[in-house]
């Protein structure tokens, strides 16, 4: 009996030292990808001449503030973002297509303001469309807007994903036609094709 009781914690032990090690290693090879796909879209903004688009890292104090308004879970990989650069300046031009990354004062200001909005109930007569791996709404306050085209459309990253979704998926909310659409899969996989794609002049 005390051989099967201490073959039982052995295999125990086993399966969470390598759930351990797995959680471990995730963040780790996330981190790596993270930081070559920043050095790419850095490399390619200074072959473009685009100079200094980005705000400085995000403070603790700055941190704080954007935790203290979304209080749930902010993916680790647009956090690593943040401490790299603290979104665009006013006067720079866009990144990508028309859009621009917001600071983290402004994610908390748009987040709060479509919150508040939300509860008022002023999107209840908004006409809409979802792809199946987002939820069907209009505004979800499970919905982290990262980028602008300073027109009322928003990428964002969304943290209550629809049935077919994935949570950390980034999705693109059109405020005229109504459309929300998929992006990727993980604000990971969106960063590294922002880089791979970006164009560089000749």
Known sequence: MENIEGYI?????????????KL??????????????FEI???????????????????KSQYLELKSSIDFKIPDEFIWLLKEVNGQRSISTPLFNSYYFLSSVQISETWT?????????????????????????WWNSYWIPFATNKHGDYLC????????????QVIEVVHESGERTLHSKSFIEWFECLGNEMEVKK
Do not use: H, W
């Open 9 to 21: 914690v052995k295999i125990i032990g086993i399966i969470i030292i390598g759930t351990l090690y």
């Open 24 to 37: 471990l290693d995730t963040p780790k090879k996330s981190s790596t990808q993270f930081k070559v796909a």
């Open 41 to 59: 879209l850095k490399t390619k903004i200074i072959r473009n001449n685009i100079l200094s688009p980005f705000n400085p890292p995000i403070s």
């Open 113 to 137: 303001n479509l919150y508040n909005l939300l509860n008022k109930g002023a999107f209840r007569e908004k006409v809409f469309s979802s792809d199946a791996s987002i939820i069907n709404s």
């Open 157 to 168: 990253i969304d943290m209550g994903p629809g049935i077919q979704g994935n949570e950390g």
